[in-house]
């Protein structure tokens, strides 16, 4: 048999291989299937979300007709207090991932826009702000420490939590940087934030997406 001949019966196995690693092999076929199916509808098959799920980091959590989640199995997941907390969380809906994917986790977008961009120490609260009419993936970042960016934020620079979620803290145009000391008033610590997502001092994961199933 000829070198092409060997390659052209090769080629379709490969295919088929490669088709059948788009998808943790954890899972049935047919889960398998409806989890890819529900990424791609909600926009999210070229991000990292279909990596991780490939890769049977993000295992499916609930599975209904008009909804499925994926929960990671690398990340905290934690509930604290901001004092306390090592990690920290914020839901973004589909659009809002799609740009930190996009800028491969070290920009949080919405800390330009006029809006709070709240980020919690409570990974259930944060989870809240994903539903079926907006669904989206939650980011846990994770701090050199436990109480480190409390201790930066509030104890140091006078920054102010709200009582919600564990304390949060907002890192947009009208969050927290006014209740701060003029040096974090002026920088914003929302820009702070990505300096160290930048630098790698905070690093991202996805926690958690929740993906809204198409009707038939």
Known sequence: MSFNKKVLLISPLLLAMNSVSMACMKDPENIRNQVKDAITANGLAKT???SLYTNCVLRVKDNTPNKLTLKSSKTSNSDNEAEKSMYWY???????????DKNRNEKISCVQENSFCGIA??????????????PGVVIEFKTEKAGWLYNDFTTKHKCKTKAEGGGTY????TGTSASC???YKQRGIGNIFNEWLSKNKVQAQVAYVLLKKQKK
Not at 90 to 100: A, D, L, P, V
Not at 121 to 134: A, G
Request: zero cysteines; hydrophobic letters at 30%; glycine letters at 8%.
């Open 170 to 173: 907002g890192l947009g145009v």
């Open 48 to 50: 990292k979300v279909m």
């Open 90 to 100: 914020r839901g973004m809906e589909i659009k809002e991932y799609q740009t930190f």
């Open 181 to 183: 000391d003029s040096a």
């Open 121 to 134: 120490p409570q990974f259930t609260y944060s989870q809240s702000y994903l539903t079926n009419k907006k």
